[in-house]
């Protein structure tokens, strides 16, 4: 049955028959309405890829400030300073807080932040010197490529010094945030005063030249059409095909609430579930061969959620988003143990492996 349905698409076939997908295979498959068949594809090979090991990171979330120069209308974290609940932590406490990582069990902190106006490169150089003083053994992950370039306008100084000085003051690696979605038909819309798709790509080239390994994400669920979709997983995979430096793909769900989007009634509700599945496979799909880790983002999905998507095509967990803050701010509710995550894995049959930053296995449960 499943052969018969495979066979009514081509860009399934092309799947089959070890074909790159085209720009026209994606649509197909964005525009097919038969889940159950792209997601048991996605399945098949992701299972031929990665095998049946499920990856996550002990990963603690730090953001050092929701100070922010920009105002995207698709985002709840941000506040402009006179607010009651504007904060950006002082070097004490940006100690204080990776010492809470480390007695998490945390192997990496993932730090993102607003677009602070007036914070110098000294306090990010600082702050990466203090966690790697104290805490060496710990994998830094922080500032996303809008961060980056946000940081040279800001200073004046280019993307490539901007990345050089924090590389040497101990940044290891940068998460993929920032790119929401590349095509400027969209981007124009979910975002202000943040940087265009192509300075995106532009600056995480540039992190990779470095050998600063970063992850890659896209921002779905919103006001996007198919083709918006297919058009940022092939400017991911071209790149990756030019520095292989991304790590992992993370599709994130658009969260509605306390957003300029919701209260400007441009968007009514989240996307569904089924989207949510089609958006896993897709990537899978579309990426297959040139980047093989499709991370299940658990915090914006619920658990239940992220073991069905863990078999239409994805791979990893991402984290335990230990006091994660921005899908907080929105609403959600987050943050998990190792065992839990492990204990969600195996419930689906899957092999749990926890892994350091760079898919190293660290434990197998
Ligand atoms: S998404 Fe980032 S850049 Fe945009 S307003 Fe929020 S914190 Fe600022």
């Excluded at 921005?326 to 609403?331: C, F, Q, S």
């Amino acid at each position: 049955m499943l052969r018969d349905l495979i066979s009514e698409s081509k860009a399934l076939e092309r799947v089959f028959s070890g074909e790159e997908l085209s720009y026209h295979d994606g649509l197909e498959l964005m525009n097919n309405d038969n889940l159950f068949t792209v997601g048991a594809t996605a399945d098949l090979v992701r299972k031929n890829l990665v095998g049946d090991k499920v990856t996550f990171a002990a990963s603690y979330y730090m953001n050092y400030t929701n100070l922010c120069a920009a105002s995207c209308q698709m985002c709840a974290f941000y506040r402009k300073g006179d607010e009651s609940d504007a904060y950006t932590l002082s070097p004490e406490q940006i100690e204080q807080r990776v010492g809470l990582a480390k007695q998490m069990g945390a192997t990496e902190v993932h730090i993102v932040g607003g677009f602070h106006p007036t914070l110098t490169l000294d306090y990010y150089e600082n702050m990466m010197k203090i966690i790697k003083k104290h805490h060496p053994e710990l994998t830094i992950k922080a500032f996303t490529a809008a961060e980056i370039f946000f940081l040279s306008k800001l200073t004046k100084n280019s993307v490539k010094e901007i990345l050089s000085r924090l590389k040497t003051a101990g940044l290891d690696s940068m998460p993929g945030g920032g790119a929401e979605l590349f095509h400027p038909e969209i981007r124009s819309q979910i975002v202000r005063g943040k940087c265009s798709g192509q300075e995106w790509l532009d600056t995480i080239e540039q992190a990779h030249n470095l050998g600063i390994r970063s992850n890659a994400t896209m921002l779905y669920g919103h006001i996007e059409k198919p083709h918006h979709i297919i058009d940022h997983l092939i400017k991911i995979r071209e790149l990756q095909k030019k520095t292989g430096g991304f790590i992992t793909f993370i599709p994130l769900k658009f969260s509605l609430d306390n957003t300029e989007l919701e209260q400007n009634d441009l968007v009514k509700h989240e996307c569904s579930s089924i989207y949510d599945l089609k958006i896993i496979a897709v990537s899978r799909l579309m990426l297959a061969g040139v980047l093989n880790n499709i991370s299940v983002y658990w915090v914006a999905f619920g658990k239940k959620l992220a073991q069905v998507a863990l078999s239409n095509g994805g791979s990893d967990l991402v984290g335990t988003a230990f006091s994660e803050e921005i899908y907080r701010a929105a609403g959600k509710p987050t943050a998990s143990s190792v065992m839990e995550l492990a204990t969600m894995v195996k419930e689906i049959g899957r092999e749990p492996i926890q892994r350091n930053t760079f898919f190293k296995t660290l434990r197998t449960f």
